[in-house]
C-alpha cells in the first residue's frame, strides 16, 4: 500500500524540510519513496505544495492521484484545505492553525477552522508550541510531530530524522527541534487511559 | 585505468541532482549552463560535487554555454550543456549546426521542458527541437533513469558523432527518488579533432555533413528500437487496446495499469528517433493505440496523419488526454476508461489565491514605486518588461510593466513600440538578464538613436532561480553601457533607496522626454542574495 502524503503551505515555511524529514525516515527503514517539490518562481511568498509516496513496493507516478491521499500536513490551514480534492475518504488532514494572511481576500479564520473541523481535521498551534520550545522557526516540525502519530514510521526514525536535518546547525538547534517533534506528537496522541 | 569506488547505495535524489552525477561519472571535462527552472539545480549540483580540474560554471546565456561544450567536443573530451526548455531556443543556432559537425567528445545537452508552465511563458517540448536537429534523444521517467540515461548519452554521442539530448520534464527534474551510481569512469585525454573539414561548415562540407546526418538517421532509429529504455511487450490478454508510453507518462499509465483487470500490449519509448518497427509490431497486435506522452503529441503524430488507417489513434491531438498542461495520474486513468475516484470536496468556501509576491524588502519595491509615479499623469507609454522577479510587478499592488515575453525582449520590443510611435517607451529588465540577452537590442537602439529609456534593475543576483552569481558584476555596467555608446548624460546610476524614489522618478521623467537612448541602473542588492552572502560568510 502506497502511503500518499501532501504537504502545503507558503513559501518560506519550510515545507521542503518537512517533506525531506519524513523522505529520511522512510528511506531509514528501507521504503521506496518518491517525493516531488517546488522551485522557482512559485516560492516567493506563494503557495507552496510538495507530495511524498511512501511505500514497501516499488512507486509508479511521481503524483499523488486525487482522493486517495492519507494525508494533507499543512502549515497553513487554507493551503491544507487547498489540496483537500487529493485526501483518500478515509485520510486525515492535520494543519497549523496560525494563518498567513499575505492576501487580501484571506477568509474569516474562524470560517476556515470550522471548515478543518468539519471534515474531521486536526488544528495544531503550531508556531505557539514552536515558540514555546525555543524558536517559531521549528512550527514546521511540530507539523511533522503531529503527523507522526498518522504515519507508517517509527518514532526512532523520524526523531533520528530530525537530528539529522539539524545536526549541522548545532545541539541547541537539534534539541529545539526535538522538542517540536515532541509538542507536536503530544497534541495528536490519544491519551493514554 | 580501472577506479575503485565505494560501495553503492543508494541515495534520494532530484532528477537534476541525477544528470549532474551521471555526467560527472562519465568523465566530463567541463560543464556549462545558465539558471533556468527547472534545470537549475543540474548546474548548482556539478558546482558543488565535480572533481577539482571539471569546469562547472554559469555562463551568460545558453548559447554561449552550448558553443563552449562544442569547443570542449573538438577537444576530444566529454561536455555536459543544460538549461530549460526555452533556454534551448537561445542556443538553437550552434544546436542545430552541431547536429552536423563530427563531434569528437561526447556532447550532452540537457533540457528541462516545464509542461503546465508552473515556472515558465510556454510547454514547448523539446522533443521536436531533438527531431528537428535529426539526432537522438532520451527521456527518463525517474532519476535513476536520469543518472544511467545522462552517462549512456555520452556514450552514444561518441558513437555516432551527434550531439545527444536528454529530455526532462519538471516532474523528473524536481522528484527525488532513489539512485544507485556505478563507478566512474575515466576523463578521456585532450585528443583534438583532426579533420577540421567536419568542423567548417562552409556549404560544401555542409551538404557532405548533412548528407551523412540524414543517411544516419535508419542506424540511429535501430539503436533506439534496440535500447534498453525501449521495450515491447505483446499481451495476448486482451487484442483491443495498445498503450505506447514515452517518459513519465509510463509512471501515470502504471499507476493506473493495476486497476484495468487485465494487461494491454505495451510499448515503452524511452530512446527517439521513435521506431516504426516497434509501433508497427505494436499495432499488428492491437485495434487501438493509446499515446500517454507528456508534452506535445509528438509520437501521436507519427502515428495517426491526416488519411484513415484501421486503427484508432487515441492521445492529446484526439482528445482522450488534455491537449495542454501536465499529464496527471487522474487524467491517464480517465484516459484508459477507469472510473474517477470521488471524496471529499470543499464546499462552501472559496479559497483565495496565493500568487508569488516580491520579498519583503525587495529592491525592485522602489524602483516600481519611482516608475508609476514618473508615468503618473502621462495619456500614453508603454513599459516593456522582461524575465525575472521583476515579472511579478505584472500583478498587484504595482502593476507597472506590460510584457513578458522572453529573456531580453523589453529592450527590442521597447525599440519597436518607440519606431511605431509610442512614446515614452520604457523597458524594465534584471542585471543578469541584461547581460544574458540585453545588450544587442540596446545596440539597435543606440545605432538607431532610437528613444527608449532603459531600466536596469541591478540587484547582483538571478534572483529568480535561487540567487546565483551574475556573470559580471554591477560596477562593470557602466563602462559596459558607455563603450555601446550610451551617452554619459544619460546614463545613470543610482543606488536605489526609500530615500531616493523621488531622485529615480524625477531621472525617469527627464530621460523619456529625451529624444535618443538612456539608461538609468537601479542598483541594491536582493536581500535573498544578502541572505545567503551573509550565511556563507558566518559559516
Ligand atoms: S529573490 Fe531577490 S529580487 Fe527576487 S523578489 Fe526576492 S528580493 Fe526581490
Known amino acids: 500500500m502506497t502511503s500518499d502524503i501532501v504537504i502545503a503551505g507558503v513559501g518560506g515555511q519550510g515545507v521542503l524540510s518537512v517533506a525531506a524529514i519524513i523522505a529520511r ?14 522551485h522557482g518562481m512559485a516560492q516567493r511568498g506563494g503557495a507552496v505544495q510538495a507530495t511524498l509516496r511512501i511505500s514497501p513496493q516499488p512507486i509508479a507516478s511521481e503524483l499523488v492521484p ?97 537530528t539529522e536535518a539539524f545536526i549541522a546547525k548545532g545541539e541547541r538547534v537539534v534539541g529545539i527541534n526535538l522538542a517540536a517533534f515532541r509538542a507536536g506528537r503530544a497534541i495528536l496522541s490519544p491519551a493514554t487511559p | 585505468m580501472l577506479q575503485i569506488s565505494p560501495p553503492a547505495t543508494s541515495r534520494l535524489l532530484l532528477g537534476d541532482e541525477a544528470v549532474a552525477l551521471g555526467a560527472i561519472d562519465a568523465g566530463i571535462s567541463a560543464a556549462y549552463s545558465y539558471p533556468g527552472t527547472p534545470a537549475t539545480e543540474i548546474m548548482e549540483t556539478l558546482m558543488g560535487a565535480a572533481p577539482d580540474g571539471v569546469v562547472a560554471h554559469w ?25 530549460k526548455h526555452v533556454g534551448l531556443n537561445v542556443a ?52 535513476q533513469e536520469a543518472y544511467e540515461m545522462t552517462r549512456e548519452a555520452f556514450e552514444v554521442s561518441e558513437r555516432f558523432g551527434i550531439p545527444v539530448l536528454l529530455r526532462l520534464v519538471t516532474r523528473i527534474a524536481h522528484s527525488r527518488s532513489p539512485v544507485t551510481t556505478a563507478p566512474p569512469r575515466p576523463t578521456p585525454p585532450l585528443d583534438k579533432a583532426d579533420r577540421p573539414q567536419d568542423w567548417i561548415l562552409i ?6 555533413l548533412w548528407h551523412g546526418l540524414v543517411a544516419l538517421q535508419p542506424e540511429l532509429e535501430a539503436w533506439a528500437a534496440s535500447s534498453s529504455h525501449t521495450m515491447l511487450t505483446l499481451s495476448d490478454d486482451d487484442r483491443g487496446l495498445g498503450v505506447i508510453t514515452a517518459g513519465i507518462g509510463r ?6 495499469g493495476a486497476d484495468l483487470g487485465y494487461t494491454p500490449s505495451h510499448l515503452h519509448l524511452g530512446a527517439y528517433p521513435v521506431s516504426a518497427k516497434l509501433i508497427r509490431n505494436l499495432a499488428d497486435h492491437v485495434e487501438q493505440l493509446l499515446v500517454i506522452e507528456e508534452g506535445y503529441p509528438f509520437v501521436e503524430r507519427r502515428l495517426a496523419g491526416v488519411l484513415p488507417t484501421r486503427w484508432d489513434v487515441l492521445g492529446r491531438d484526439s482528445g482522450t488526454l488534455p491537449a495542454d498542461g501536465e499529464l496527471t495520474p487522474d487524467t491517464v486513468r480517465a484516459a484508459l476508461g477507469l472510473p474517477v475516484r470521488t471524496g471529499i470536496d470543499l464546499t462552501g468556501m472559496v479559497l483565495p489565491g496565493r500568487p508569488p509576491q516580491l520579498c519583503k524588502g525587495c529592491p525592485h519595491e522602489e524602483s516600481f514605486e519611482a516608475l508609476l509615479a514618473a508615468l503618473a499623469g502621462i495619456d500614453q507609454s508603454v513599459v516593456m518588461s522582461d524575465i525575472g522577479c521583476y515579472a511579478l510587478g505584472a500583478l498587484p499592488p504595482y502593476q507597472a510593466i506590460e510584457s513578458c515575453v522572453c529573456m531580453g525582449a523589453s529592450i527590442g520590443m521597447a525599440k519597436g513600440a518607440a519606431d511605431a510611435g509610442l512614446r515614452p517607451s520604457l523597458a524594465v ?33 538571478v534572483g529568480m532561480t535561487g540567487q546565483q552569481p551574475t556573470l559580471l558584476p554591477g560596477s562593470s555596467l557602466e563602462p559596459l553601457l558607455a563603450g555601446l555608446g550610451i551617452e554619459p548624460d544619460h546614463l545613470h546610476v543610482i543606488e536605489i533607496t ?5 531622485e529615480l522618478t524625477a531621472l525617469l521623467r527627464a530621460e523619456m522626454d529625451h529624444p535618443g537612448p538612456s539608461v538609468i541602473v537601479a542598483v541594491r542588492e536582493c536581500v535573498e542574495a544578502r541572505k545567503d552572502r551573509r550565511q556563507g560568510t558566518a559559516s
Not at chain 1, 528511506?27 to 516531488?36: C, D, H, I, P
Not at chain 2, 562544442?70 to 573530451?77: D, E, I, P, T, Y
Not at chain 2, 526609500?498 to 523621488?502: A, I, L, P
Open chain 2, 59 to 83: 555562463t551568460a546565456n545558453e548559447k554561449t554555454a552550448y558553443e563552449a561544450a562544442l569547443g570542449v567536443s573538438m577537444a576530444g573530451r566529454r561536455a555536459l550543456v543544460a538549461m
Open chain 2, 92 to 143: 538553437a543556432d550552434p544546436f542545430m549546426s552541431s547536429a552536423l559537425v563530427a563531434i569528437a567528445g561526447g556532447l550532452v545537452v540537457a533540457v528541462a521542458d516545464d509542461p503546465g508552465m508552473h515556472s515558465s511563458q510556454n510547454e514547448q517540448d523539446s522533443r521536436f527541437l531533438a527531431d528537428f536537429a535529426r539526432i537522438v534523444c532520451l527521456e527518463p521517467a525517474s532519476s
Open chain 2, 203 to 208: 556549404p560544401g562540407n555542409a551538404r557532405r
Open chain 2, 251 to 256: 509512471n501515470h499509465y502504471l499507476e493506473n
Open chain 2, 498 to 502: 526609500r530615500q531616493r524614489v523621488t
Open chain 2, 429 to 461: 529588465i534584471g542585471d543578469s538578464t541584461f547581460l544574458h540577452s540585453g545588450i544587442t537590442p540596446l545596440m539597435d537602439a543606440v545605432a538607431h538613436r532610437t528613444p527608449i529609456t532603459v531600466l536596469i534593475l541591478d540587484n547582483g543576483t
Open chain 1, 66 to 162: 486525487r482522493h486517495t491521499a492519507a494525508m494533507i500536513l499543512g502549515l497553513e490551514p487554507v493551503e491544507a484545505l487547498r489540496y483537500l480534492e487529493y485526501l483518500s475518504p478515509d485520510g486525515v488532514l492535520i494543519t497549523a492553525a496560525e494563518p498567513v494572511t499575505n492576501v487580501t481576500d484571506y477568509p474569516p479564520l474562524a470560517e476556515v477552522h470550522a471548515v478543518v473541523r468539519r471534515i474531521g481535521g486536526h488544528l495544531v498551534e503550531a508556531f505557539r508550541l514552536a515558540k514555546e520550545c525555543g524558536s517559531p522557526r521549528a512550527a514546521n516540525v511540530v507539523m511533522v510531530g503531529a503527523a507522526s502519530v498518522h504515519l507508517p514510521l517509527a518514532v526512532g526514525s523520524l526523531e533520528a530524522a530530525v
Open chain 1, 25 to 38: 525516515a522512510a528511506r531509514a527503514e528501507g521504503l521506496e519513496v518518491k517525493q516531488t517539490e517546488v
